[in-house]
């Protein structure tokens, strides 16, 4: 197979970081460090991106070794979300891997004397006719790469890649299991010192007065650091800081908190509320008479991360230099929130990332990094560590939105589908640092200065919407209209969750197609194939049927679901098969899944997104929800929000539809709306009621039962 062409221009990544030597380094020992701007936050990217490199510059992956994003040397990739990595970050890298092998080979050819036609690498080993050989690090002083990428370069094909495609052992796995400090819960730093914040415990109060006698008398207490309604401690040591919080809040006197909505009525605050409204898409055909509407709610609750282990970070300060340490997914985003609120230069202040417990979306762990920053102004140069404590991350960080979506179908006197209105009530899915003027970091809206706390806001469609991702059908119905309602209030703090939008999208509108089917007394799985045109999504919903077994015969107690979406309806391709048990509680007994990707560059790191995806959504559709009353947030403790436990994780089985010739798409996020939808219609097939709002409970079962009959 020949090589593709060379690209008109260069990938997105490398064209804002054209750089070679900022992406790609030889060093002396016979490695070669690269440099993504990209993170790992627990996807296994740093290892897809290692075979990406070795592929393209013919080295062994073991000589890899994977630099850690730092604004100080890093390129500027943004933020690590959207399942975009591999196509952003990969296409950047094996362009760049493709261009360094040349430059060396150009380099090899002049000192050698032989054409570079007919040069070959081999675990960078650089061999010519007559048993002529050099290597990159022989070279690394000759070729300077300090000079900006161009589009002469060809990548490999990919049937002259080999070690894309295969599976091998995350990079990353071996210090986790062999207890190294890679975490940066971990990672301790010379003289460190420990910090804490005192919040409150009423939802949008603020701290008015402050008597500091008690946390004064705390031993190993290093500074108390009052700035407006911004408060908090260094201590010598965690249990000092922590006792002189719990001394501190003593003397706290807060203003009145701001009422939070009814949780048991969020489709109707929702629905309530001044908003923005967008048409998000229409498709208009000749008129056919509707010989009945279908007209459905759904609605899913707010969703905390949840992370393992709470936000974390450390920050010292240098006379007017800061140097940060956080596990957020944005470098140079949470560098851009930092110099408005410290008031520095971008310059001046160096933010490095540290792997943390994962939580896919933006947590507090960019604001427990301005919390580190405020606070270490006080330890004389030495660095503080903070971290939030288990109430702290489930009251104060960051939700995944709540949304209503109602959903009108038309029928003909066939019920087949002629007009179809999709609308949705949330707020925006979006509040991440460094995209706008003001920053959207929680301490920025304490300090005495304070910045407004900004209202959340969706991407633009084309980026791939936020709470209007996947809202746009693939079937081809039609007749639709699409319509964001985004919310211009937000009593509960809101931003990036997992899939943004897509995950109520995807059920609402797969619950619906499947209700259809059912009126219609047509297969679930035909009727999907029927309405679709595009190949690869009619392939995995195939691919899918074929490895479940669809449809098994029918058992007392057991319901079999199906769902399917292509995530941002332009990335991969998922379909989800369920089968649950419906006894005394759902129970998911199984999952089978299909994915398609376009190449897989580490198939094993595809089979973990895909299940770790299924899992987690497994639990949101079970079990997690934000509780409040009408001033505090009430699930702040794992026994408020419990999540799936290991005894109720589902067997989950995956296929991999590989297409080494298509572009690679990102599949950490693919799973989780047709995993939702799958597991809803199969609480149908067991029950007979179908259930449209998240979690889905036994009490909210029994409530649909009772409305049924």
Known sequence: MSAPPPDPKLPQSLAANPRLSSWVRFTAEGRVA?????????????????????????????????????????????????????????????????????CFLAAASERLGVDPALLGVEDGMIYGPGNVATSYW????????????????????????????????????????????????????????????????????????????????????????????????????EAAAEAALKALRKGATWSPGEPLPDENDLAGFLRRQPIETTIIDTRTAAATKAARTLRRQYT?????????????????????????????????????????????????????????????????????????????????????????????????APFGAAMAIEIEADLDADNEIVGWRHAIWSNGHTARPGRAAQPALLAASEIANPYPRLISTNPPPANGGGGDRNSVPLYDFPDWTITSHRLLTMPVRTSALRT?????????????????????????????????????????????????????????????????ARYKNTGAYCAAIAEIEGADDIRVRRLTLAIDVGEAINPDGVINQIEGGAIQATSWVLKERVRFDPTHITSTSWADYPILSFSEVPAVDVEIIQRPD??????????HGPVTAAIANAVHDCLGVRARDLPITRDRIIAAMELAS
């Open 662 to 671: 298509i572009e690679p798409a990102g599949a950490g996020e693919a799973a």
């Open 300 to 396: 899913r609750p707010y969703i905390a991360h949840a992370s393992i282990a709470p936000s974390c970070a450390m920050a010292r300060w240098d006379g007017d230099r800061v140097h940060v340490w956080t596990h957020s997914q944005g470098v140079y985003l949470l560098r851009a929130d930092l110099a408005i609120v410290l008031k520095l230069p971008a310059e001046n202040i160096v933010v490095e990332h540290m792997e943390g417990a994962g939580c896919y979306g933006h947590n507090a762990a960019d604001d427990v990094a301005l919390d580190a920053a405020l606070l270490a102004r006080a330890a004389s140069g030495r660095p503080v560590r903070v971290q939030w404590s288990r109430h702290d991350e489930m009251f104060h």
């Open 138 to 237: 022989e070279l690394a002083g000759d070729v300077s790469l300090d000079h900006d990428a161009t589009t002469g370069a060809v990548v490999k094909s990919a049937a002259a890649r080999s070690v894309a495609g295969h599976s091998i052992h995350r990079v990353d796995i071996p210090d986790k299991v062999f207890a190294r400090p890679r975490f940066i819960h971990d990672h301790a730093l010379p003289e460190l010192v420990h910090g804490r914040a005192l919040r409150p415990n009423v939802s949008g109060a603020r701290l008015i007065g402050l008597d500091e006698e008690r946390a004064r008398s705390v031993s190993g207490l290093v500074a108390i650091v009052r700035d407006g309604g911004f408060a908090g401690v260094v201590a010598d040591s």
């Open 500 to 564: 943004l939008g897509a995950q109520g999208n995807v059920f609402a509108i797969e619950s619906l197609l499947d209700e259809i089917a059912v009126l219609r007394g047509e297969d679930p799985i035909a009727f999907r194939l029927r309405h679709l045109r595009d190949e690869r999504a009619r392939e995995v919903i195939r691919a899918v049927a074929r490895r479940a077994g669809w449809k098994p015969q029918k058992q007392s107690g057991i319901g079999y679901g199906v769902g399917f």
């Open 34 to 102: 690269i440099s993504p701007g990209k993170v790992e936050i627990g996807q296994g990217i740093v290892t897809a991106l290692a075979q990406i490199a070795a592929d393209e510059l013919d080295v062994e992956i073991g000589r890899i070794e994977m630099i850690r994003a730092s604004t100080a040397a890093s390129p500027n990739e943004g933020v690590t979300s959207g399942s975009l990595s591999i196509q952003q970050s990969g296409r950047a890298l094996r362009h760049v891997c493709a261009e360094v092998r040349l």
